[in-house]
């Protein structure tokens, strides 16, 4: 029995020492590790308390003396040590700019794409990298960025106006219209953009009337918008709508000679002949001093047939500026009644104004102005003109009068006397 209870307790021992020892077999809690870890942040972080400020205030101080070579070194280090961490962006901004300033535009793209990983959504660091591209010819980068610029900032028109060069330069017209109007949906009056589109559309054959009018009608008070779609319209003969932009564009400004000019080119190709004489004349009283406004008064009533202001006016310019121009249209008034009038059988009124053109368009040559040389040697090859047998055949009361003048109905506007020549 002793004997038993012997072993019990020399088993019950051994078992409490067996597991005394596993117990103090198992590693304690390392603590060490961690103390160590934030300890040395704690010392790093009191190191770029100190250091970083100073480095700041270096590369500042290099940057403001354009010492780009320290100014990178120094950026260098800032980042080296972590002094990045309170201002990426002015970091790697002006760690970029400096490599800009010594050409080495790759390294500067190379900060800069480094400095987004940090803050990919920065603007700034993005219109550098932008530059830097460009700078290196790396034009499809460059486009990337400035569309990523253009979504991040959806208001920007300047980058916007950007983008859209690089596209037009590269050829890429659908793309650069895209985004021109993406301008005139923020800005509808961007003078601009509106006139980009409609170059763009000249050149790819598209029409551009409707970039055209629409940039009159959104700035309906710029008077060389609507002169610009007027004349525009006139080109695509489109004279009756020019007609209507002119007229308001001569509501803003009715001292506009262009103005009218188009005014009355409008109206004379929609053969509104005395319209387009109304406008010529709003213009001669701009400046009276201009006697070819008076030549175009005559021009559009001789188209007209009315013969009677055409010549009234044709002897204003003759009036004004005794130039051989001026003569050659008094000519060509009567020499254009000649050929409306004329009987088949020459009449004695169809000679006499047929000899009022030629004496005027004779002197017109005299004055170096041969424009109706043709005419003038017509009148004279096809016996037309009045002459010594047809004085001689005249009444004697009419020859009394050393001159005559026709008399029918489609000559009654004639003035203008045919004195009997010398000869005669």
Not at 36 to 45: I, L, V
Request: charge should be negative; glycine fraction near 4%; charged fraction near 30%.
């Amino acid at each position: 029995m002793a004997t038993s209870t012997t072993k019990y307790r020399v088993k019950t021992f051994s078992i409490f020492i067996l597991a005394l020892f596993c117990i103090m077999c198992v590693p304690p809690t390392d603590t060490s590790a961690s103390d160590d870890s934030a300890a040395d942040q704690a010392y790093w972080d009191s190191v770029r308390a100190v250091m970083c400020p100073r480095k700041m205030s270096s590369a500042a101080e290099y940057y403001k003396n354009k010492d780009w070579e320290s100014t990178v070194k120094i950026y260098g280090d800032i980042i080296r040590y972590g002094c990045d961490r309170d201002d990426p962006e002015e970091v790697y901004q002006y760690y970029a700019v400096a490599f800009e300033y010594l050409g080495r535009f790759d390294s500067s793209e190379y900060i800069l794409l480094k400095g987004l990983q940090i803050l990919p959504d920065n603007t700034n660091l993005r219109k550098r990298l932008a530059y830097s591209y460009k700078k290196q010819g790396k034009v499809d980068q460059e486009i990337l960025e400035y569309s990523r610029l253009s979504d991040l900032l959806p208001e920007d028109i300047s980058i916007k106006t950007e983008l859209a060069k690089l596209y037009g330069d590269q050829g890429a017209y659908d793309d650069q219209v895209d985004i021109l109007r993406q301008i005139l949906e923020i800005d509808p009056g961007n003078e601009n953009a509106q006139g980009d589109i409609a170059r763009v559309y000249e050149m790819t054959g598209r029409d551009p009337l409707q970039i055209y009018g629409e940039r009159f009608h959104n700035n309906p008070d710029n008077v060389s918008y609507g002169l610009d779609y007027a004349d525009r319209l006139l080109n695509a003969e489109r004279p009756e709508d020019a007609i209507d932009v002119l007229k308001q564009v001569i509501s803003q400004d009715n001292t506009s000679k262009v103005a009218y000019r188009q005014l009355a080119k409008a109206y004379d190709r929609s053969e509104m002949f005395q319209q387009a004489s109304e406008s010529y004349e709003e213009l001669f009283k701009l400046d009276p001093r201009d006697f070819r406004v008076a030549i175009q008064v005559s021009e559009v009533n001789i188209a007209g047939d009315n013969f009677g202001k055409a010549i009234r006016w044709a002897e204003k310019a003759v009036t004004s500026s005794k130039s051989g121009e001026a003569y050659a249209q008094r000519g060509n008034v009567y020499y254009k009644s000649f050929q409306e009038c004329r009987s088949a059988d020459i009449s004695i009124d169809d000679r006499i104004v047929a000899s009022l053109a030629h004496e005027s368009f004779t002197v017109a040559e005299e004055n170096n102005y041969r424009r109706f040389h043709n005419s003038l040697v017509w009148l004279e090859e096809n016996e037309v003109l009045f002459g010594r047998s047809h004085w001689f055949m005249l009444d004697a009361n009419k020859k009394k009068q050393g001159y005559v003048k026709p008399d029918s109905e489609c000559y009654k506007w004639v003035e203008k006397k045919l004195d009997k020549d010398p000869n005669w």
